[in-house]
C-alpha cells in the first residue's frame, strides 16, 4: 500500500541558509500535517492543512511556511535556518471527513521523516 | 488546551510477559480520539491503536489492548506476550474532533525495554 512519502530523507544546511521539505499524502487523503521532533522529545504540531487550506497552526516560527498544493503534496519552508531547527520533521496525512459541527477522521498515517541538520 | 501525560519514562518486561503504559489526559470535549503510537530506534511512527471516545468497548489489536476510562480520562496500553520487536518508545496522542484537520496532541513517551 502506498504510504506517506517525505523528501529528502536527510538535509544538512548551514545557518542562515534555506531548506524546503516536502511531503506526498497517501492518495486521496486530504489532510496533511507537519510536526517537528527534537532529540529526545516527543513530535510538536507545527501546521496542518485541509483541502489546501491551514486548518490549524502550532508553535511554528515565523520563519518557517508551508502550504499545500492542488495536487495535496504539501512543502515546508524554513528560512534564516538556527541550530535549534536541527530535528526531525515529520508529514503525517489523514483522511478526515468534515460535516457540520463535526468530523471524523481514520487515524494519521506518518512518513519517515526528513533529519534536518543545521551546522 | 488539551494535554497529555505519560507518566512512565521508561518500562522494562521481560520476554513473552506484559507490560502496562499509563497515559491520561485533559479535555474539555466530549468526543475525541485517542491513540497510541510505537517509534521505534527507526524513528517512523507506527500506528499502534486506535479508540473513539464515545465507543465503551475497549480497542484491540493482536497482543495490544487499551483500557480506557473516560471519566477518570485514562488511557492505558496494555502489551501482552512481549517481544524484542516491542522494544519502543510509544507516545500516547489525542486528537479532538471538532474540526477538520485539529492536530495530534502527544504525550511525552514512554520508553519500553525488552529483556529476552
Known amino acids: 500500500a502506498a504510504g506517506v512519502i517525505q523528501s529528502p530523507r536527510h538535509l544538512i544546511k548551514e545557518k542562515r541558509e534555506t531548506a524546503t521539505l516536502k511531503c506526498y499524502p497517501i492518495?486521496?487523503?486530504?489532510?496533511v500535517y507537519w510536526y517537528q521532533q527534537g532529540p529526545g522529545q516527543d513530535p510538536q504540531f507545527l501546521i496542518s492543512f485541509y483541502e489546501k487550506m491551514q486548518s490549524d497552526k502550532g508553535s511554528i516560527p515565523d520563519r518557517f511556511s508551508a502550504q499545500q498544493f492542488s495536487d495535496y503534496h504539501s512543502e515546508l519552508n524554513m528560512s534564516s535556518l538556527e541550530l535549534g531547527d536541527s530535528a526531525l520533521y515529520f508529514c503525517?496525512?489523514?483522511?478526515?471527513?468534515?460535516?457540520?459541527?463535526?468530523?471524523?477522521?481514520?487515524?494519521?498515517?506518518f512518513g519517515s521523516g526528513t533529519r534536518l541538520t543545521v551546522v | 488546551a488539551q494535554t497529555v501525560t505519560q507518566s512512565q519514562p521508561e518500562m522494562s518486561v521481560q520476554e513473552a510477559e506484559t507490560v502496562t503504559l499509563s497515559c491520561t489526559y485533559d479535555?474539555?470535549?466530549?468526543?475525541?480520539?485517542l491513540f497510541w503510537y510505537k517509534q521505534p530506534p527507526s524513528r517512523q511512527m507506527i500506528l499502534v491503536i486506535r479508540q473513539e471516545a464515545y465507543k465503551q468497548q475497549n480497542a484491540t489489536e493482536n497482543r495490544f489492548s487499551v483500557n480506557f476510562q473516560k471519566a477518570a480520562k485514562s488511557f492505558s496500553l496494555k502489551i501482552s506476550d512481549s517481544q524484542l520487536g516491542d522494544a519502543a518508545m510509544y507516545f500516547c496522542a489525542y486528537r479532538g474532533i471538532k474540526a477538520a484537520g485539529n492536530k495530534l496532541t502527544f504525550g511525552g513517551g514512554t520508553r519500553v525495554l525488552v529483556k529476552p
Open positions: 503525517a496525512s489523514s483522511l478526515d471527513k468534515w460535516w457540520g459541527q463535526q468530523g471524523a477522521t481514520y487515524g494519521y498515517t
Open positions: 479535555t474539555s470535549e466530549s468526543d475525541y480520539y
Open positions: 492518495p486521496r487523503h486530504d489532510t
